[in-house]
Every structure is written in C-alpha cells, then in structure tokens.
C-alpha cells in the first residue's frame, strides 16, 4: 500500500527558508519520482516541482532558483528545499506519486499536507 507522509511545514518570515520531507512506504521515488504541489486558498492546486526517478527536475516559474526537489533512495524519502520564501508561497503543500496498481492503471498518491506560511 502506498503511504506518502509528509513533514516540514510551519511559520517562516520572507526571506526565510524551510524544507518539506515526504517519507514513502517503499522505493517508490526510486522507480516513479515524484511532485510537489501547493494550494493556497481560494487557488487551483498547482505543480511546484517535479523529479524524475532519472534525477530529472522541473520547477513552476515562480518558484525557479528558489527551491530545490530531490530524494534521498536510501532513506525513500523526498525533500523540498524552499528558500528566500515569499509571502505568496503560503499555502498546503502535497507531495504526489503517480504510480501503478499492481497489475493495474496508474494512480496518483498524495500525502496529507503540510502548511507553510510565510508571513511578517
């Protein structure tokens, strides 16, 4: 069974920097990668990074040069390095997996959520 638990959100000032971990049942970043996400309120949840099982990344405009995905294989763990965070950051952030049922289609997987607020 896929289990994301994500860990790492709270109250940061701008300027300021957090990192957000997303712990997996298994080695499943190792063979599907995974995304990050956030929604604020009253928004559509959108993409903020994405890494390939390859090391592959991608990164919302917005948030480019700024925060950083990786993982961690040996400790099936994903990180979201978020600096020089800005007030229009706050939001819940969700770490997804798309990955299959056994012998079935894909199915996205997504953590509980993490809030990260960014204020003065």
């Known amino acids: 069974q896929v289990q994301l638990v994500e860990s790492g959100g709270g109250l940061v000032q701008p300027g300021g920097s957090l990192r957000l971990s997303c712990a997996a049942s298994?080695?499943?970043?190792?063979?599907?990668?995974m995304g990050w996400y956030r929604q604020a309120p009253g928004k559509l949840r959108e993409l903020v990074a994405a890494i390939t099982s390859g090391g592959s990344t991608n990164y919302a405009d917005s948030v480019k040069g700024r925060f950083t995905i990786s993982i961690d294989n040996a400790k099936n763990t994903a990180y979201l390095q978020m600096n020089s965070l800005k007030p229009e950051d706050t939001a819940v952030y969700y770490c997804?997996?798309?990955?299959?049922?056994?012998?079935?289609?894909?199915?996205?997987?997504w953590g509980q959520g993490t809030q990260v607020t960014v204020s003065s």
């Open positions: 997804k997996i798309r990955a299959p049922v056994q012998f079935g289609p894909l199915t996205d997987y």
């Open positions: 298994g080695r499943l970043f190792s063979l599907y990668g």
